[in-house]
């Protein structure tokens, strides 16, 4: 496992227009391409916030990329404490 990994994949999508469009077009395949767990892969492909916080992704990073993907605060905030999936 590589939260630094995983967190600088996060601030690409989040900063970087071009990769961001290569994670909304075909999200395996950018994610494979960093050396990330299978774990890692799973929660950022199907963008499963509550497990990319507890797999160490920094809320500054996470919210954001939330917000990217549309995400209420709300429901943000309750997949992150555990209350919803």
Do not use: C
Not at 12 to 36: K, Y
Not at 60 to 71: E, K, N, Y
């Amino acid at each position: 496992m590589s939260a630094y990994t995983l967190q600088k994949l996060i601030r690409a999508i989040n900063s970087d227009p071009a990769v961001r469009a290569r994670f909304v077009e075909a999200p395996e395949a950018l994610v494979g391409e960093w050396a990330l767990s299978e774990e890692e892969r799973t929660a950022l492909v199907s963008r499963d916030y509550g497990a990319l916080y507890r797999l160490g992704v920094h809320g500054l990073l996470l919210r954001p990329f939330s917000i990217l993907h549309d995400l209420p605060e709300q429901s943000y905030l309750e997949m992150i404490r555990g209350r919803a999936s």
